[in-house]
């Protein structure tokens, strides 16, 4: 959970559920989305596990890490076929037994009339005691138990389904991210960068080297909570990489919280 001397911080952890992810054969497209969209809102992503579809492995995951962050967010799993097993594995973590949800089973029977198979129904069960998760696509709700909020995987569905959640979150601050480039190539600066870390603790400078239209270079992603701080930080970086020979020293504010590498 987060420090108690940090009240300001709020973290997330995103366990991403499935052999087709692991396999390769399915490119996971919700980090991106659901890091960008949490840490915009105050609440930071430290930890992604991505698992197989194997229950012990679920549960002991969902366990492990619902104890450690504020919350926890899974995708995945959570269909009408036989390997979607990830609603009861849950309930397992929770030593709860899993029941035909009757909101969810409503809802469902209105959205697919004759259709509604026993397999579709199955979207409709969830560990006793869930809330529901309004699914505004496909109708299939996903669930909250506890700090624990099961998504699906489809990349569509989960971020309509996050966004509508956010409301109901509780957010630090927003992390704040800064980017300074240099012509140098990581090598000139590592020394220097690292004495700025020591210097700066509490701002995270992470260093990415590229390459683009012929030309190497470095970004300085500057990342913190404290806008005072974050500000000298970058002012120092900028001093640094300019006394070690920088040139084409150039600064961005990355409102999407993404570096560019």
Not at 31 to 60: M, Y
Not at 133 to 149: H, L
Not at 173 to 190: H, M, N, P, Q
């Amino acid at each position: 959970m987060s420090d108690a001397s940090s009240p300001e911080l709020v973290t997330a952890c995103l366990i991403i559920i499935g052999n087709e992810i692991l396999s390769g054969r399915t490119q996971d497209k919700n980090l991106a989305f659901t890091a960008e969209t949490l840490n915009k809102n105050g609440i930071q992503l430290h930890e992604v596990r991505v698992i197989p579809d194997i229950e012990d492995k679920i549960v002991a995951t969902v366990n492990e890490m619902r104890s450690q962050f504020d919350y926890v967010f899974t995708s995945g799993g959570i269909g009408p076929t036989h390997d979607d097993i990830t609603t009861a594995s849950v309930a397992k973590a929770f030593s709860l037994p899993v029941i035909m949800h009757p909101v969810a089973e409503k809802i469902l029977l209105e959205y697919y009339g004759d259709s509604a198979t026993p397999e579709r129904m199955k979207m409709a069960t969830t560990p006793e005691g869930a809330s529901l998760i309004d699914n505004p696509i496909s109708k299939a709700p996903g669930f909250q138990m506890e700090n624990v909020y099961v998504l699906p995987g489809v990349p569509t569905i989960l971020q309509v389904m996050l966004e509508g959640l956010l409301p109901h979150l509780k957010g630090g601050k927003a992390v704040l991210s800064r980017s300074v480039t240099t012509d140098l190539k990581e090598g000139d600066i590592a020394k220097a960068l690292g004495h700025l870390q020591e210097r700066y603790p509490e701002v995270d400078l992470g260093s990415y080297p590229f390459f683009k239209n012929g030309k190497v270079g470095t970004s300085i992603v500057a990342r913190a909570m404290d806008e005072a701080r974050l500000d000298r930080a970058v002012q120092d970086v900028k001093a640094m990489m300019l006394a070690q020979g920088g040139a084409g020293v150039e600064e961005q504010t990355l409102n999407d919280h993404r570096s560019e590498m």
